[in-house]
């Protein structure tokens, strides 16, 4: 499961934009692999103390991207 601890939010853009893009460099960096298992949304939304409508915006955004 990927560590999302080490992800270090930031203000410039949007939080579920910067979930994307830290599971796509997880994966293109070779730390996770493709079909790796991810936290649940609401598991996700504790450990970045974010809202849990925020996680779905994200994990939809993958699975759009993934079609």
């Known amino acids: 499961m990927l560590d ?7 203000t410039t853009e949007p939080v579920y ?7 796509k460099r997880q994966i ?3 730390a996770a692999e ?5 936290p649940s ?3 996700l939304a504790a450990i970045l103390k974010i809202n ?3 996680v779905q915006k ?3 955004l993958m699975e759009e991207e993934k079609s």
């Open 52 to 54: 849990p409508n925020t």
């Open 4 to 10: 999302f601890r080490k992800l270090e939010l930031n």
């Open 28 to 30: 293109f960096t070779g």
């Open 17 to 23: 934009v910067q979930i994307v893009s830290f599971v």
């Open 34 to 38: 493709k079909g790796e298992s991810l």
């Open 41 to 43: 949304r609401r598991e």
């Open 58 to 60: 994200a994990f939809r």
